[in-house]
């Protein structure tokens, strides 16, 4: 009886033994997201705790905006102006280190939350040129003498009602060129659309939405009077983007990128005297960009 216990425990204790040494731990396989384009994964690695960085260069639109100019002596509203963007040349400007910032670029940086998500802080360097002459219609009104020391202004001085007006040199110069400064944090997505075997090579879609402040540098002569205004925290802004990025390396990455934003501006240097001049205004804008990325 004695025996036939040992032989029986003998046998069970084998077997668990047995089967346990048959038990492979499972493998850790990295999590990635699934794509809106595939239900299927492609790749074998995850992005998660990678960064990337990307500069390149953009063209801008605007819509029409309501511009502001408040101070001692007057107070009017141009409506509905136009702008538009001024890209520079095609010239070493381009890829000079030392006049890289001189054409509008756009700069980010950023890091991978999860394998599709990441959050980024970049800088959108934009310009946004008042078209100069133009007819506009106005509100308010304009002292004869404007701000501290006076400033004449001619005959553009009298009370305006919805009032069509020709708006030339001057009476005004007005641009955000170096530049329409968007400093920004961003919360982007992205999906595969194609991944290469080679695992070197895909193309991705990215979307993001991002909030942000507005640091323009404005250049204003207001009745022949202003400066080109150093850089400060005008307003703020939010944006909403979507484009391609293709990987022709596992690092490199080339990107093109569609951005719609919407811009407050409450708080524009203009003659100089901050104290007493001021402008404002909301400008909602289309900016598509082109950039070279590397990511780690």
């Known amino acids: 009886m004695k025996r036939s216990s040992i032989l029986i425990f003998a046998l069970l204790f084998g ?15 990295p999590k990635i997201g699934k794509s809106l384009f595939n239900n299927t994964v492609s790749r074998n690695f995850s992005r998660k705790g990678e960064w990337f960085v990307h500069w390149g260069w953009n063209f801008s639109w605007y819509d029409t905006s309501d511009l502001n100019f408040k101070g001692p002596g007057y107070n009017f509203t141009l409506k ?10 095609i010239s070493t400007d381009y890829i000079n280190p030392l006049e890289l910032t001189t054409p509008q670029f756009n700069f980010r940086f950023g890091y991978f ?30 002292s004869a003498t404007i701000s501290n020391p006076a400033i004449p202004t ?7 009602n919805n009032t069509p007006l020709t708006v030339k040199a001057d009476m005004l110069k007005f641009e955000h060129t170096d530049g329409f400064n968007y400093v ?10 194609w991944v290469a075997k080679s695992q070197k090579n895909m193309l991705t879609m990215e979307t993001g939405v991002g909030v942000g402040l507005m640091i323009p540098r404005t ?8 400066e080109n205004n150093f850089w400060n925290i005008a307003g703020y802004g939010i944006s ?8 022709f390396t596992k690092k490199f990455y080339l990107q093109n990128t569609t951005k719609v934003g919407f811009t407050d501006l409450s708080a524009i240097h ?10 404002s205004q909301t400008i909602r804008y289309l900016e598509n960009f082109t950039a070279l990325g590397f990511q780690f």
């Open 80 to 89: 509905n102006i136009t702008a538009k963007d001024r890209p520079s040349e």
């Open 240 to 247: 909403a983007k979507a484009g391609l990025k293709f990987h």
């Open 184 to 193: 920004s944090t961003e919360l982007e997505r992205y999906d595969d659309i």
């Open 15 to 29: 077997r668990k033994v047995s089967a346990q040494e048959i038990i492979t731990p499972p493998v850790n396989q």
């Open 270 to 279: 203009t003659t100089g005297r901050d104290d007493l001049d001021g402008a």
């Open 154 to 160: 001619g005959a553009y001085a009298g009370t305006y």
């Open 113 to 142: 939350i999860k394998d599709n998500y990441s959050i980024s802080l970049g800088w959108d360097h934009m310009k946004y040129v008042m078209d100069v002459p133009q007819t506009v219609n106005v509100d308010g009104y304009i």
């Open 219 to 226: 250049d204003v002569r207001l009745f022949g009077v202003g």
